[in-house]
């Protein structure tokens, strides 16, 4: 298959064209009021209208943890800075269609199991070095590098051969063929080889992306500026960037509304409310559908080796009374990973388990227990408080007694990553939003050959292997699939969903321009400040 692709437009051609492809995806995605597209063009304030982009202006950016370099090359819910610093190869669109990034267009083997890329010649790095075939290559090799604890290896191993056709064409041979090709594509960094060991320690972040680093201050945040070498014509528009960590939600609302800061992804649902009515500041939801809410549970700890036990909680949690109480409403209750745009999404899923905590007492007697004391581990985040809070009354209600177990969020992916987690914990996952098989094969709780709960299940990896490798030969055939999936995440529990959280921004009104990717990639390429 082809796909042309000229060389990226910008401006109103292109933004009138996703207009006109994603209008209708937009509003199926998570029900929510001014629900955005995770690839629009969006602008960050209302009354835009007639508005030109002004050059110049630094625009500050409160986030609530700091960057942790060591998960540079996994997905984890701090990835603001990755696409202002690198590009990707390809980018998506509202219908999850692949647009040009670093490579401009593509040809699959009539067989699947290759991909020519062509790529652009006109980028550099930001110490000069020009952008080539070589790069995409050492960014397949260094996913396929198990330190790198990536979570699309999976995909990124498949790769067993390369065809270089000179500098700016490049063939990719597969081992067999896997249908989530384009996934690893956006989520896949491209970086300057030579210092990729100082970029996992933050000494040197060295991409072709549209800012630099200018420092990186552990505990405070980092600093990024213009890089003039970038191969969109006037962009970026704005001098720089600072990235705040401010943890504390008081400090960072109060950050947005004195202007101290100007964007957010990071005030806690609850707290959504203070800021709504700020005539200086607009929310906006996404529907990446990255940030879905769950209890994880480890099978190997008794009794939650007991299904009937892990589906007793699955039952006891009032998922609409998190989802109004603990995230402002912003967000679609559901028991299932996917969000509304997914392909894998079934109404019958969303609603498979609701509250009920009779059934859930009923479960927990079946299995001769009536009471138990288990730990559960969250982010130390006010948000996540909110939450595993929310989850620790219900769980009581039924007579299941948590102990909360607050943890910094690089210690608590570390844990995840390790498969170090106590009994039970609760954080937010992604990968449901792009090609459904991606989750099964790469996010860390459902990953079919080892998750963090430590389930396997022989009838799990052949039907998840069936549906990354086997070409999709029907809608009917991959819905059949993804059908099969979920029903043995729904019936077996060991990841036990409970909101299909929207990705919600905060943003002055005088900010333009600004984009999130599928993986909550930040895009300022054509932000600017009036």
């Known amino acids: 298959m082809t796909e042309p692709h000229p060389s990226l437009s910008t401006g109103p051609t292109r933004r009138s064209a996703l207009r006109a492809a994603g209008g209708g995806t937009l509003l199926l995605g998570l029900g929510l009021a001014g629900c955005r597209s995770a690839v629009s063009e969006t602008s960050s304030g209302s009354g835009d209208a007639g508005a030109s982009p002004r050059r110049g202006g630094t625009l500050d950016v409160a986030v609530n943890s700091d960057f942790t370099p060591g998960l540079l090359f996994s997905q984890s819910g701090q990835s603001y800075q990755h696409r202002l610093i690198y590009n990707t190869l390809t980018r998506y669109d509202d219908r999850l269609r692949p647009k040009p990034e670093l490579a401009t267009s593509w040809t699959y083997a009539k067989d699947g199991r290759g991909i020519t890329l062509r790529l652009r010649d006109d980028v550099t790095f930001h110490n000069g070095r020009k952008f080539t075939a070589d790069d995409v290559i050492f960014a397949v090799k260094n996913l396929q590098n198990p330190v790198r604890a990536a979570q699309l290896r999976s995909t990124a191993a498949t790769i067993t051969g390369f065809e270089k056709r000179g500098d700016h064409e490049l063939v990719l041979k597969l081992a067999h063929p896997v249908n989530n090709l384009f996934d690893l594509f956006e989520f896949m960094i491209i970086t300057d080889p030579e210092t990729v060991e100082d970029a996992v320690t933050g000494r040197k972040l060295i991409g072709t992306g549209p800012f630099k680093l200018k420092k990186w ?133 969303r609603t498979h388990y609701t509250h009920d905590a009779g059934k859930a007492r009923e479960l927990l007697r079946s299995a001769g227990h009536s009471k138990l004391e288990l730990p559960l581990l969250h982010l130390a985040l006010p948000g996540d408080t909110a939450i595993a809070e929310a989850l620790q009354y219900d769980l009581q209600q039924v007579g299941i007694h948590v102990t909360l177990q607050p943890t910094d969020p690089a210690t608590a992916q570390k844990k995840l990553i390790s498969q170090d987690m106590p009994a039970l914990w609760t954080m937010g996952h992604g990968f449901s939003q792009v090609q459904p098989s991606t989750l099964a094969v790469s996010a860390y709780p459902f990953n079919e050959k080892k998750n963090t709960s430590k389930y396997r299940s022989a009838d799990y990896t052949a039907v998840v292997q069936e549906a990354w490798t086997k070409p999709e030969s029907s809608a009917a055939r991959a819905n059949a699939l993804h059908e099969k999936i979920s029903g043995i995440l729904l019936d077996e529990a060991f990841i036990i969903d409970l909101v299909v959280r929207g990705q919600v921004q905060v943003a002055a009104d005088g900010l333009r321009g600004v984009t999130l990717n599928k993986f909550s990639y930040l895009n300022l390429d054509h932000a600017y400040l009036v």
Not at 222 to 245: C, I
């Open 217 to 349: 201050s552990p505990g405070s945040g980092l600093s990024l500026t213009r890089h003039d070498g970038y191969w969109q014509p006037g962009r970026p528009y704005l001098d720089g960037v600072e990235l705040r960590v401010i943890p504390q939600a008081d400090a960072l609302i109060s950050s947005l509304r004195s202007g101290q800061s100007q964007l957010s992804y990071n005030v806690p649902g609850k707290s959504l409310g203070t800021v709504k009515d700020d005539p200086g500041l607009t929310i906006t939801t996404y529907d990446t559908g990255s940030g879905a809410v769950y209890i994880g549970v480890n099978t190997t700890v008794a009794p939650l080796d007991d299904r009937a036990v892990r589906q007793a909680i699955a039952w006891a949690v009032d998922r609409e009374r998190l989802l109004a109480q603990a995230l402002g409403g912003y967000g679609l209750a559901s028991a299932a990973p996917w969000p509304k745009s997914s392909p894998a999404f079934t109404e019958a899923h």
